[in-house]
């Protein structure tokens, strides 16, 4: 995925802003902002910080994808719940 160089910036401040102010952040927009830091890591060419913000993106959307298993999973329960009674 290929972001302008504005719109990485604008997320390095949003990811700021919302660390500062412990901002609750939607699923989707962490994951923008988790492709937005590798970006930036990879225009700074940093790539400690790049090797480490990508296992961050990855340990998340695996713990995303987990939850919104799980989440699905719960709501099928519930549906045959209420459909037995």
């Given at each position: 995925?290929?972001?302008?160089?504005?719109?990485?910036?604008?997320?390095?401040?949003?990811?700021?802003?919302?660390?500062?102010?412990?901002?609750?952040?939607?699923?989707?927009?962490?994951?923008?902002?988790?492709?937005?830091?590798v970006?930036?890591?990879?225009?700074?060419?940093?790539?400690?910080?790049?090797?480490k913000?990508?296992?961050?993106?990855?340990?998340?959307?695996?713990?995303?994808?987990?939850?919104?298993?799980?989440?699905?999973e719960?709501?099928?329960?519930?549906?045959?719940?209420?459909?037995?009674?």
């Amino acid at each position: 995925m290929k972001e302008s160089l504005s719109n990485v910036i604008h997320s390095a401040k949003e990811i700021r802003h919302n660390a500062v102010h412990r901002n609750r952040v939607e699923i989707n927009e962490l994951a923008m902002h988790l492709d937005h830091a590798v970006a930036l890591c990879t225009i700074l060419g940093v790539q400690e910080d790049l090797a480490k913000v990508k296992a961050i993106r990855h340990y998340a959307n695996t713990e995303i994808a987990s939850i919104q298993a799980a989440k699905q999973e719960a709501e099928k329960k519930i549906m045959q719940f209420m459909k037995s009674l």
